[in-house]
């Protein structure tokens, strides 16, 4: 589960979802929240982390990689 | 429920296909060219895509300073030796290597921090076998966004999360590129009076120790499409079978050996010894491929595990490193020695061999094959950056994207009209492309990949034989007609079905330049078991690859000294 999306933080505003390289992020419409849709097709880019205003991301690398 | 694909057609200048580094200073470099209209087709976020999207720490630069390794000469011969005379410089020097000064004065109009702001001067390193200090580190975390803002700045229409999948032709002109959007399913059809491909690497075809394929060096959405569509379009590809892998942290596929490597890091053994030094005089400071089959043979040979030493750096080294370096090469670097609990000044760090890949990094010689001008052997079709043979690294992408950008533009502005293709051209591709969706039955994406995955592993993977490559292929050409089964429950993954295509293409002009190159080449760029030694009398050169009849594929060979 790479990227992990805190639920209280997230303003929904979106942004991880515009910019995620892979397309694995989606936007729960009914919660207004952002939603990691596809973790195994992470790269561990940060660009979620980085990008997000609320800080409201935590990369968890999986066990395999540690 | 999906939305039903609507259709959507752009009339331009010059299309740009993919808004990474070179895509980006591509369209900055036609818009420099006069009044035309110029579309970028990214598959991302162009402020966040490509290899660079996270941020990258160094770049490969030599600055004329008046040293003599910091010439376009000695940099020419530095690129040589490393591509062992396979690349033709002339080209590189146009496109690349004459312009890095200048690129590096750009990045900096931009506002990129190239200088330490304490001293006014440039942070420059030496690794990978360099004859002077040729990396800059700098301060390039936001580079990628800054790149998209200039491009935006400029006027250039960018269409996001557009997969592209073909080429379009007019006979043997290419007049444009069709694909769909990821998100919302659109069919989107390009024409346009010259293309340029700026697609980057092909990662993902080999498997990683992790078992997660997209965790990997370069950026895992580079699926080779440029080389597929190129070849497809009846373009020469060159040295598919030279394929690179680096050194990574055991786990991580990250970024960063350079940072280490430059900073004065060793690598060591079990028995913690340094091993570089008897493969290579300059130890640590060898060529990347070297460093990889160094390692290679200290693993195989029950020497290992090995490990990055960086514990007698000193705190102003180690803090520049963890701070300035690793963690902007790959912003997740720090955050995963943490979580691995390791601590660099005490600790060893634990090495692999990343996965392989087809990829543009400094001295690798695969891609498609361009000429003085960034001209593919098809016409009004142009490329640059990692795609192609005589670009390299980050600054290669940048570079070549400015200067191929301009001559794509120039010719753009002299032709009066882009053209059609066949319409049972475009309908074809329609079909194609959302058959996936339209299965009631059939095998998941992922499960695919892993296939061909595993193949290239066991076939077209560390040590190659002639029987193993032709087995390889036969199971590749089944995999193919397997395709036909494939599913795809919405348009993200109907994305990843058309990437396997594409990789699937690459893996078997692999495999098919492998099994001609009958000698072991570059390290750990290509090695035959049956065929362990390098023959430069029969194989200095570059085997070509071009589509034959009946979409077989055609190899050549052409010596080096044709080349260059």
Same mark, same amino acid.
């Given at each position: 589960?790479?990227?992990?999306? $805190?639920?209280?933080?997230?303003?929904?505003?979106?942004?991880?979802?515009? !910019?995620?390289?892979? $397309?694995?992020?989606?936007? !729960?419409?009914?919660?207004?929240?952002?939603?990691?849709?596809?973790? $195994?097709?992470?790269?561990?880019?940060?660009?979620?982390?980085? $990008?997000?205003?609320?800080?409201?991301?935590?990369?968890?690398?999986?066990?395999?990689?540690? | 429920?999906?939305?039903?694909?609507?259709?959507?057609?752009?009339?331009?200048?010059?299309?740009?296909?993919?808004?990474?580094?070179?895509?980006?200073?591509?369209?900055?470099? @036609?818009?420099?060219?006069?009044?035309?209209?110029?579309?970028?087709?990214?598959? @991302?976020?162009?402020?966040?895509?490509?290899?660079?999207?996270?941020?990258?720490?160094?770049?490969?630069?030599?600055?004329?300073?008046?040293?003599?390794?910091?010439?376009?000469? +000695?940099?020419?011969?530095?690129?040589?030796?490393?591509?062992?005379?396979?690349?033709?410089?002339?080209?590189?020097?146009?496109?690349?290597?004459?312009?890095?000064?200048?690129?590096?004065?750009?990045?900096?109009?931009?506002?990129?921090?190239?200088?330490?702001?304490?001293?006014?001067?440039?942070?420059?390193?030496?690794?990978?076998?360099?004859?002077?200090?040729?990396?800059?580190?700098?301060?390039?975390?936001?580079?990628?966004?800054?790149?998209?803002?200039?491009?935006?700045?400029?006027?250039?229409?960018?269409?996001?999360?557009?997969?592209?999948?073909?080429?379009?032709?007019?006979?043997?002109?290419?007049?444009?590129?069709?694909?769909?959007?990821?998100?919302?399913?659109?069919?989107?059809?390009?024409?346009?009076?010259?293309?340029?491909?700026? =697609?980057?690497?092909?990662?993902?075809?080999?498997?990683?120790?992790?078992?997660?394929?997209?965790?990997?060096?370069?950026?895992?959405?580079?699926?080779?499409?440029?080389?597929?569509?190129?070849?497809?379009?009846?373009?020469?590809? +060159?040295?598919?079978?030279? =394929?690179?892998?680096?050194?990574?942290?055991?786990?991580?596929? +990250?970024?960063?050996?350079?940072?280490?490597?430059?900073?004065?890091?060793?690598?060591?053994?079990?028995?913690?010894?340094?091993?570089?030094?008897?493969?290579?005089?300059?130890?640590?400071?060898?060529?990347?491929?070297?460093?990889?089959?160094?390692?290679?043979?200290?693993?195989?040979?029950?020497?290992?595990?090995?490990?990055?030493?960086?514990?007698?750096?000193?705190?102003?080294?180690?803090?520049?490193?963890?701070?300035?370096?690793?963690?902007?090469? *790959?912003?997740?670097?720090?955050?995963?020695?943490?979580?691995?609990?390791?601590?660099?000044?005490?600790?060893?760090?634990?090495?692999?061999?990343?996965?392989?890949?087809?990829?543009?990094?400094?001295?690798?010689?695969?891609?498609?094959?361009?000429?003085?001008?960034? *001209?593919?052997?098809?016409?009004?079709?142009?490329?640059?950056?990692?795609?192609?043979?005589?670009?390299?690294?980050?600054?290669?992408?940048?570079?070549?994207?400015?200067?191929?950008?301009?001559?794509?533009?120039?010719?753009?502005?002299?032709?009066?009209?882009?053209?059609?293709?066949?319409?049972?051209?475009?309908?074809?591709?329609?079909?194609?492309?959302?058959?996936?969706? *339209?299965?009631?039955?059939?095998?998941?994406?992922?499960?695919?990949?892993?296939?061909?995955?595993?193949?290239?592993?066991?076939?077209?993977?560390?040590?190659?034989?002639?029987?193993?490559?032709?087995?390889?292929?036969?199971?590749?050409?089944?995999?193919?007609?397997?395709?036909?089964?494939?599913?795809?429950?919405?348009?993200?993954?109907?994305?990843?079905?058309?990437?396997?295509?594409?990789?699937?293409?690459?893996?078997?002009?692999? @495999?098919?330049?492998?099994?001609?190159?009958?000698?072991?080449?570059?390290?750990?760029?290509?090695?035959?078991?049956?065929?362990?030694? =390098?023959?430069?009398?029969?194989?200095?050169?570059?085997?070509?690859?071009?589509?034959?009849?009946?979409?077989?594929?055609?190899?050549?060979?052409?010596?080096?000294?044709?080349?260059?």
């Amino acid at each position: 589960m790479p990227p992990v999306i $805190d639920e209280k933080k997230c303003t929904g505003c979106g942004i991880c979802y515009r !910019n995620c390289p892979g $397309d694995l992020i989606g936007m !729960n419409k009914k919660k207004k929240k952002a939603q990691v849709l596809y973790p $195994d097709e992470c790269w561990h880019c940060g660009v979620c982390r980085m $990008d997000c205003p609320e800080q409201a991301v935590t990369i968890v690398f999986p066990l395999e990689m540690l | 429920m999906l939305t039903k694909p609507k259709r959507e057609t752009i009339l331009t200048d010059l299309l740009i296909i993919g808004g990474g580094a070179a895509g980006c200073m591509a369209a900055i470099g @036609a818009k420099e060219q006069g009044d035309l209209d110029v579309t970028v087709l990214e598959k @991302a976020e162009i402020s966040r895509s490509g290899d660079i999207g996270a941020g990258n720490d160094h770049l490969l630069a030599h600055l004329n300073s008046g040293e003599p390794w910091d010439t376009d000469e +000695a940099m020419s011969d530095y690129y040589s030796k490393l591509s062992q005379g396979l690349v033709d410089v002339r080209i590189a020097r146009r496109l690349h290597l004459s312009r890095i000064k200048d690129i590096v004065d750009k990045l900096e109009s931009y506002g990129i921090e190239m200088r330490d702001p304490a001293t006014g001067q440039y942070i420059r390193t030496q690794s990978f076998g360099q004859p002077g200090p040729y990396f800059i580190n700098f301060k390039g975390k936001n580079i990628k966004p800054v790149l998209a803002n200039e491009v935006k700045k400029r006027g250039v229409k960018v269409l996001n999360r557009i997969n592209v999948s073909r080429l379009l032709m007019n006979g043997k002109k290419a007049v444009g590129a069709a694909g769909f959007n990821v998100r919302n399913g659109n069919f989107c059809t390009v024409r346009a009076k010259t293309t340029l491909l700026a =697609t980057g690497d092909a990662v993902r075809l080999w498997p990683n120790a992790s078992g997660l394929p997209f965790n990997t060096w370069q950026s895992p959405f580079n699926n080779g499409a440029g080389h597929a569509m190129a070849f497809r379009a009846g373009a020469s590809l +060159a040295n598919m079978e030279l =394929t690179v892998n680096t050194l990574v942290p055991k786990g991580f596929s +990250a970024a960063g050996l350079n940072a280490f490597m430059g900073m004065g890091a060793t690598l060591v053994n079990s028995l913690g010894e340094r091993y570089m030094q008897r493969v290579h005089p300059m130890a640590e400071g060898a060529p990347r491929y070297l460093l990889t089959l160094g390692t290679y043979r200290e693993l195989k040979e029950g020497r290992g595990p090995c490990y990055v030493d960086s514990r007698h750096l000193s705190k102003e080294t180690m803090d520049y490193l963890v701070t300035r370096l690793l963690p902007v090469d *790959k912003d997740t670097f720090m955050i995963f020695c943490n979580q691995k609990g390791l601590n660099l000044e005490k600790d060893l760090l634990e090495i692999d061999i990343s996965e392989t890949q087809i990829a543009g990094i400094t001295g690798s010689v695969s891609g498609i094959v361009i000429d003085e001008t960034g *001209k593919t052997t098809v016409d009004r079709l142009y490329a640059a950056g990692a795609c192609t043979v005589p670009s390299y690294a980050l600054s290669g992408a940048l570079a070549t994207g400015y200067t191929v950008g301009q001559e794509a533009a120039q010719v753009a502005l002299n032709i009066s009209e882009a053209g059609g293709s066949p319409r049972e051209e475009i309908e074809k591709e329609f079909r194609a492309i959302y058959a996936p969706l *339209k299965r009631k039955q059939g095998i998941p994406y992922p499960r695919l990949e892993n296939k061909l995955r595993q193949v290239m592993a066991d076939y077209v993977g560390d040590i190659k034989t002639e029987k193993g490559l032709k087995t390889g292929l036969e199971k590749l050409r089944a995999l193919e007609a397997g395709m036909d089964e494939v599913k795809a429950e919405n348009y993200h993954e109907l994305m990843r079905v058309a990437e396997m295509k594409d990789l699937l293409l690459v893996g078997k002009l692999v @495999a098919t330049a492998a099994a001609e190159r009958k000698e072991s080449r570059m390290g750990s760029a290509h090695v035959r078991g049956d065929y362990p030694a =390098t023959d430069d009398d029969h194989f200095h050169g570059s085997m070509i690859l071009k589509k034959g009849r009946g979409n077989t594929i055609r190899v050549t060979f052409e010596p080096a000294d044709k080349i260059s």
